[in-house]
């Protein structure tokens, strides 16, 4: 039966509006005249076209997979001879536009979290083999998420430079497959400090430094036993001490009591000029003569202009008080560490030497840690005196900070006649 068809206008505006609905906005052209069975059997033609786009199966895509893309129909209807009605429909938004709203908070987000991730650190380029050992241990960054927090990077830093220069990993930065720490290395305990007894004593000063070596070693150590009968007598030059009023500093420096001196104190001796620099004293003397000891010493301790090394031991025993002991005792330091400064003048060490200043002239070294040797020694004869509570008072400090005697081996102690 032939169909009977409206107008052309009417059947274009029901073609738009239902048929191509789906389709989207349409440009159009205005038709031309032509036979409306020409028309009419294009209309057909580009619905059927439209319908088989529209109902087109759609693949389901496979798990894990993107959808498919929808494909975009297009409708072309020629009418009459030099004219034509194109249908040119834009892409489908409208199903999409819901799917492109849900995904605008992810995407922020997720450029929010990447902002937000802070860049990787590095270990420094030290040396190459930290750089090597780094990447051949395991990486705790391939573990790590791309929103990995900054503590979790300097995490990973710290465990991938422990590993590569062989130390305990932190245990901020350790993994459960790193097991339990290894034992911390302690640094070795220094060495006691010298003292004059204990374990650090003078049996043992040797041994506590390298450079304490001669202590044990040395042939030509201080103090010594002097015995007249073994000594070499004949003349000797006098010591030509020129000590002025000074001042010093006291100095409590743990095991005696040293006065650093500051003036113009100048001993000459065998062709040289000897300026005073400290002296000390020790509880007993260390110095022994004709088998016989003493209650303390003091040592004057002098160096030329080459660096040469002179002491004056003077002798002190039990008897009357000592002005020159009991101006030192004035400005005793009360604890180790501690020093007290002198008044200007204060200090005469001529009024420490005794009148008979004759001596025993030999060769030694320091009485105390390095025991650097090569030390021109002159011990004088006289003591001189102090009285019990002077010697009480530095006593009850230093119950006993004198080396022993040291052996003599073959060395000649001149007596000065």
């Known amino acids: 039966m032939p169909i009977a068809l409206p107008s052309p206008r009417f059947l274009l505006a029901v073609l738009l509006g239902g048929a191509l609905a789906s389709v989207g906005p349409v440009a159009w052209a205005q038709p031309t005249q032509g036979g409306n069975e ?36 297009s409708v ?26 849900a995904s605008t908070p992810a995407r922020k987000a997720q ?21 090597r050992t780094a990447s051949a241990a395991p990486s705790a960054t391939a573990r790590t998420p791309a929103r990995a927090s900054e503590e ?54 040797a041994r506590l430094q390298p450079e304490y070596q001669l202590c044990g070693s040395g042939q030509r150590q201080s103090p010594i036993h002097i015995e007249e009968s073994a000594a070499l007598q004949g003349p000797n030059e006098a010591l030509g001490f020129d000590y002025r009023p000074s001042t010093g500093t006291v100095v409590h420096d743990g095991r005696t009591i040293r006065v650093e001196v500051q003036g113009e104190n100048v001993l000459q001796v065998r062709g040289s000029s ?29 160096r030329n202009a080459q660096g040469q090394t002179a002491i004056v ?5 039990p008897g009357e008080e000592n002005p020159f002991i009991d101006r030192v005792w004035t400005y005793i330091p009360l604890d180790a560490g501690d020093m007290v400064r002198m008044p200007l003048a204060w200090l005469d060490l001529s009024t420490l030497l005794p009148k008979d200043q004759r001596y025993y002239q ?30 009480r008072l530095f006593a009850q400090m230093f119950p006993a900070n004198a080396r022993p005697v040291q052996a003599l ?8 006649q």
């Not at 072309?76 to 999409?96: E, H, I, K």
């Open 409 to 416: 081996n073959g060395r000649i102690v001149r007596d000065a």
């Open 362 to 391: 030999f060769f030694g070294s320091l009485t105390q840690p390095p025991c650097t040797e090569g030390v021109l020694w002159m011990v004088l004869k006289q003591p001189v005196t102090l009285s019990a509570d002077q010697l």
């Open 76 to 101: 072309t209807v020629n009418v009459g001879q030099g004219g034509a009605l194109r249908v040119v429909p834009t892409p489908p938004t409208a199903p999409s536009a819901p799917r492109a709203a």
């Open 313 to 317: 031991a003077v002798l002190l025993q």
């Open 274 to 302: 000897w300026r005073l620099e400290s002296f000390d004293f020790q509880h007993p003397a260390g110095e022994v003569i004709n088998h016989g000891g003493f209650a303390m010493g003091v040592h004057l301790v002098h």
């Open 152 to 205: 979790q990077v300097q995490r990973q830093y710290e465990r991938a430079r422990a590993i590569a220069l062989g130390l305990p990993i932190p245990v901020q930065a350790r993994l459960p497959r790193d097991g339990a720490l290894p034992e911390e290395r302690k640094p070795a305990a220094p060495p006691p400090p010298w003292s004059y007894s204990g374990p650090g004593g003078p049996q043992a000063w």
């Open 38 to 73: 020409r028309m009419s059997q294009q209309l057909r033609e580009a619905i059927e076209r439209a319908n088989s786009q529209r109902t087109a199966p759609t693949k389901r895509p496979a798990k894990g997979e993107p959808p498919p893309a929808a494909p975009t129909p």
């Open 111 to 131: 450029a929010t979290a990447q902002d937000e991730v802070p860049p990787q650190r590095t270990a420094p380029a030290a040396a190459p083999a930290l750089a």
